[in-house]
């Protein structure tokens, strides 16, 4: 199956700082999601972004399906940005079932 | 806004017990998931279903059953709970189409078994 790694693992900032997290993929998709994952453990959806690039605010993301990356952009970050961030992928196919990268842990500092 | 609902937010059961975890949205999606949340191991893939009364298993299906009866609501059965089976527990849906679709999660179910 596709293999998703996401980096760095763990990334601590100072508030106001902006941040870059990447997940890497092993193959084609048709898919991709980046989400965060609250205090309470809910997956909020941040983006759907199979291909090209995304702002919402002060966030922004970026795939290059044909490189197979995906890049996460967070600037003037927040202490409330801190939490877990899942990047997922879909294989091909209308079921769309998603393989998820092992997480990146944020820890903003005021 | 899309909703999927999960019926518990924290759940404590015996060894041995049959747990339901159940699960419902209000989208009309084709597509339900069950997936398992465990420290260091992310997210897999338990169960999915792609219609009413049809299931695939994941990667990880063992000891676990699922039930879909109605299009909104997707069953998680453990037929007979361990501990190894202590973990958070999140549901999903999107619609079916060529090309993938977004999918959207419910608030997670933390299952304790003592």
């Known amino acids: 199956g596709i293999q998703v790694e996401q980096s760095p693992p763990d990334l601590i900032l100072q508030e106001g700082a902006n941040s870059t997290l990447r997940c890497n993929f092993s193959?084609?998709?048709?898919?991709l999601q980046w989400f965060h994952q609250n205090p309470w453990g809910q997956l909020i959806n941040l983006f759907y972004?199979?291909?090209g690039t995304k702002q919402n605010g002060r966030l922004s993301a970026t795939t290059v399906a044909t490189e197979r990356y995906s890049l996460l952009y967070i600037s003037s970050s927040q202490t409330t940005d801190s939490g877990v961030y899942f990047c997922a992928v879909g294989d091909t196919g209308a079921n769309s079932k998603l393989t998820f990268g092992k997480g990146i842990t944020l820890s903003v500092r005021p | 806004d899309v909703k999927v609902t999960q019926s518990s937010r924290y759940l404590v059961k015996r060894t041995g017990e049959k747990v339901f975890l159940e699960c419902v949205q209000d989208m009309d999606h084709e597509n339900m998931f069950w997936y398992r949340q465990d420290p260091g191991l992310g997210l897999r893939l338990i169960y999915f279903s792609y219609d009413v009364k049809m299931k695939e298993k994941g990667d990880i299906p063992e000891g676990y059953s699922v039930s879909r009866e109605k299009k909104e609501r997707f069953s998680l059965i453990l037929e007979s709970a361990s501990t190894n089976q202590t973990s958070m527990y999140l549901c999903?849906?999107?619609?079916?189409?060529?090309?993938?679709?977004?999918?959207?999660f419910g608030q997670g179910t933390r299952l304790t078994v003592v």
């Open positions: 972004i199979p291909s």
């Open positions: 193959d084609s998709v048709n898919n």
């Open positions: 999903a849906s999107s619609y079916s189409a060529l090309g993938g679709t977004e999918a959207f």
